[in-house]
């Protein structure tokens, strides 16, 4: 399976972006598809995920993100509103095959990655 993310970019706070992940390969509807983010000098982080059509949130963006999938498409979609500058990162996608609840947030759970867009958002 290939990811490739895209719509990274740069806007001002209060702002939206929306990125984009197309699989290609052997992908399947029953993957979880995820959104990941990793901001210089910190960790990876769970940002979105939508598993059988129930999505699921990290604290810090509920409300303001939004995970969409496309099936016939292959894609997956973040639609980012309310931007602020915490917000900015290099946004990964991330699929992974028999993904349990419980790990769901976790890197290791995904089995495969994009390479990933970057978002910049100014103050």
């Known amino acids: 399976v290939q990811l490739q993310a895209s719509g990274g970019g740069l806007v001002q706070a209060g702002g939206s972006l929306r990125l984009s992940c197309a699989a290609s390969g052997r992908t399947s509807s029953n993957y979880v598809m995820g959104w990941f983010r990793q901001a210089p000098g910190k960790e990876r982080e769970f940002v979105a995920a939508i598993r059988w059509g129930v999505t699921y949130y990290a604290d810090s963006v509920k409300g303001r993100f939004t995970i969409s999938r496309d099936n016939a498409k292959n894609t997956v979609s973040l639609q980012m509103n309310s931007l602020k500058p915490e917000d900015t990162a290099v946004y990964y996608c991330?699929?992974?095959?028999?993904?349990?609840?419980?790990?769901?947030?976790?890197?290791?759970?995904?089995?495969?990655w994009g390479q990933g867009t970057l978002v910049t958002v100014s103050s």
């Open positions: 991330a699929a992974g095959d028999g993904v349990i609840l419980s790990e769901m947030r976790r890197t290791r759970a995904y089995d495969y």
